[in-house]
């Protein structure tokens, strides 16, 4: 077999190099992932360490909503690498180019219109990602998020969102793309460094007016009331100089029962972005929770109308979300990233990478054999080159680059844990992090390779023992 795998040409020897490390990644992962399965299937009562944490009832309720999970991405990650598979073998990408190419000469535009055609096929493959994806996203909404009692959307609300997402990614990925396609077209030999100059530009726009444009075109923001909590968040804010201008409660709880807190914003212009799910007094699961009548509630997006056709019966539910106090902790654990530099270092790694990236696609756009390998033996189109090089070429340095990232993740974790604790919020936090794996029915329990490989939070135990050490 080697010697046979010797004698192959440079291009084929290429193709099946990509497809083996392909395969040889989703087999790593499922087998991690089936370490795991099995964790979840043994461990059936609640760990002595785990009695006075969670009680036995949510421990099984996590414990099956971990385990319908991990089915549902074994089946899902097996189909998309089978899939993805196929388009390889079956010459799925010079087709699609090939499509793109008569779509857009029925408009009077032959090969010389190279970016027009780059944003044909982008449209086309996007558009196929998303119809090939849907179903397993209804599946698991509709079934598995909906069987654990998560999901708050109705049909119509999902399909209206789906749309919506696929139009606002449309709008912004074709300029944008456009764009770098004709930098790298004119940059000259140093294309990679505009190239990168330009999506530096582009990200930090983004992030920018996400919260502010984007964010609020799927939901309802709203300033956090005056109060004691917003009160406290200010000066606990003004106490590590953090520049804090707003405030916001985002309904999150109109698509999930998941909850989350956020900060966005550079130099002076900080806001914070709270979800409703995560304050115990604003919740609007808790007020569903203590009726005595099931309710309706409108899934319109940013409407004042109920659409009969859009809600959906919610039932009672479990008090959820945390107390002022330990939302306190929990953005004493979030500021602790800024104020660390943990933001600012993820920045530039990211840059640096991004950078990295580009120099290497110019050393390696014009090798023939890397076209040749995916079906394009006489034209070398560049969207063709970024899509191979950075996604197929890359793909061994891009493992090892997010495994080293994860375990950056974890440790910048622990060090934020440890600057909430400094704030005096560690008992605080102690209850918030117990409180949240509850809500979000996390499984306190994971194999050890499967979590340093995937987790980029420590495991919640490790992190309750760095509290407990020095809790107030």
Same mark, same amino acid.
């Given at each position: 077999?080697?010697?046979?795998?010797?004698?192959?040409?440079?291009?084929?020897?290429?193709?099946?190099? #990509?497809?083996?490390?392909?395969?040889?990644? $989703?087999?790593?992962?499922?087998?991690?992932?089936?370490?795991?399965?099995?964790? $979840?299937?043994?461990?059936?009562?609640?760990?002595?360490?785990?009695?006075?944490?969670? @009680?036995?009832?949510?421990?099984?309720?996590?414990?099956?909503?971990?385990?319908?999970?991990?089915?549902?991405?074994?089946?899902?990650?097996?189909?998309?690498?089978?899939?993805?598979?196929?388009?390889?073998?079956?010459?799925?990408?010079?087709?699609?180019?090939?499509?793109?190419?008569?779509?857009?000469?029925? *408009?009077?535009?032959?090969?010389?219109?190279?970016?027009?055609?780059?944003?044909?096929?982008?449209?086309?493959?996007?558009? !196929?990602?998303?119809?090939?994806?849907?179903?397993?996203?209804?599946?698991?909404?509709?079934?598995?998020?909906?069987?654990?009692? *998560?999901?708050?959307?109705?049909?119509?609300?999902?399909?209206?969102?789906?749309?919506?997402?696929?139009?606002?990614?449309?709008?912004?990925?074709?300029?944008?793309?456009?764009?770098?396609? %004709?930098?790298?077209?004119?940059?000259?030999? %140093?294309?990679?460094? %505009?190239? +990168?100059?330009?999506?530096?530009?582009?990200?930090?726009?983004?992030?920018?007016?996400?919260?502010?444009?984007?964010?609020?075109? !799927?939901?309802? *923001?709203?300033?956090?009331?005056?109060?004691?909590?917003?009160?406290?968040?200010?000066?606990?804010?003004?106490?590590?100089?953090?520049?804090?201008?707003?405030?916001?409660?985002?309904?999150?709880?109109?698509?999930?029962?998941?909850?989350?807190?956020?900060?966005?914003?550079?130099?002076?212009?900080?806001?914070?972005?709270?979800?409703?799910?995560?304050?115990?007094?604003?919740?609007?699961?808790?007020?569903?929770?203590?009726?005595?009548?099931?309710?309706?509630?409108?899934?319109?997006? @940013?409407?004042?109308?109920?659409?009969?056709?859009?809600?959906?019966?919610?039932?009672?539910?479990?008090?959820?979300?945390?107390?002022?106090?330990?939302?306190?902790? #929990?953005?004493?654990?979030?500021?602790?990233?800024?104020?660390?530099?943990?933001?600012?270092?993820?920045? #530039?790694?990211?840059? #640096?990478?991004?950078?990295?990236?580009?120099?290497?696609?110019?050393?390696?756009?014009?090798?023939?054999?890397?076209?040749?390998?995916?079906?394009?033996?006489?034209?070398?189109?560049?969207?063709?080159?970024?899509?191979?090089?950075?996604?197929?070429? *890359?793909?061994?340095?891009?493992?090892?680059?997010?495994?080293?990232?994860?375990?950056?993740?974890?440790?910048?974790?622990?060090?934020?844990?440890?600057?909430?604790?400094?704030?005096?919020?560690?008992?605080?936090?102690?209850?918030?992090?117990?409180?949240?794996?509850?809500?979000?029915?996390? !499984?306190?329990?994971?194999?050890?390779?499967?979590?340093? +490989?995937? %987790?980029?939070?420590?495991?919640?135990?490790?992190?309750?023992?760095?509290?407990?050490?020095?809790?107030?």
């Amino acid at each position: 077999m080697i010697q046979a795998a010797a004698q192959l040409s440079a291009e084929n020897k290429i193709f099946y190099s #990509v497809l083996v490390f392909s395969w040889a990644v $989703y087999m790593w992962e499922a087998h991690l992932a089936k370490r795991q399965r099995k964790t $979840y299937r043994n461990t059936t009562l609640v760990p002595e360490e785990l009695g006075m944490i969670m @009680d036995s009832e949510t421990f099984e309720k996590s414990r099956l909503y971990q385990l319908d999970k991990s089915t549902f991405g074994f089946w899902s990650g097996l189909y998309s690498e089978t899939e993805g598979t196929l388009i390889l073998l079956l010459g799925g990408i010079p087709f699609l180019w090939k499509v793109s190419g008569n779509l857009t000469g029925h *408009f009077g535009l032959g090969s010389e219109y190279e970016i027009t055609q780059s944003l044909s096929f982008l449209f086309l493959a996007t558009l !196929f990602s998303a119809i090939t994806g849907l179903p397993w996203s209804i599946y698991n909404t509709f079934v598995i998020e909906e069987k654990h009692g *998560f999901n708050q959307q109705t049909l119509a609300f999902f399909f209206k969102d789906a749309l919506k997402k696929f139009a606002v990614t449309q709008c912004i990925l074709l300029p944008v793309t456009s764009l770098l396609l %004709y930098i790298i077209k004119i940059g000259g030999d %140093y294309f990679f460094i %505009y190239a +990168w100059l330009f999506t530096l530009i582009v990200s930090l726009v983004l992030v920018t007016i996400y919260a502010d444009y984007i964010a609020p075109l !799927f939901d309802k *923001f709203t300033p956090l009331p005056e109060g004691e909590l917003k009160t406290n968040i200010e000066e606990m804010a003004r106490s590590i100089s953090f520049p804090l201008t707003k405030v916001y409660v985002v309904e999150g709880s109109k698509r999930s029962s998941h909850s989350n807190a956020y900060f966005y914003g550079f130099f002076k212009n900080k806001r914070i972005v709270l979800f409703d799910t995560l304050l115990e007094d604003h919740s609007p699961l808790n007020k569903a929770a203590g009726s005595e009548n099931i309710e309706t509630h409108p899934a319109a997006g @940013d409407s004042n109308e109920i659409e009969t056709a859009e809600t959906k019966q919610r039932p009672k539910n479990k008090r959820q979300g945390c107390s002022n106090q330990e939302v306190l902790a #929990v953005l004493g654990h979030e500021l602790g990233h800024w104020k660390l530099g943990h933001t600012v270092k993820n920045i #530039v790694i990211s840059q #640096v990478n991004s950078f990295f990236c580009f120099f290497l696609f110019a050393v390696l756009m014009d090798r023939k054999e890397l076209f040749s390998a995916f079906g394009f033996h006489d034209i070398q189109p560049t969207l063709i080159g970024l899509m191979i090089i950075f996604q197929f070429i *890359f793909s061994p340095y891009n493992e090892i680059l997010s495994f080293s990232l994860t375990v950056l993740s974890r440790r910048f974790e622990f060090q934020a844990d440890a600057f909430a604790k400094e704030l005096g919020k560690a008992t605080d936090l102690y209850s918030a992090l117990i409180k949240l794996n509850k809500d979000n029915l996390g !499984f306190p329990v994971a194999d050890w390779l499967y979590s340093m +490989w995937h %987790y980029s939070h420590p495991p919640l135990l490790e992190r309750l023992r760095a509290l407990k050490d020095k809790r107030d």
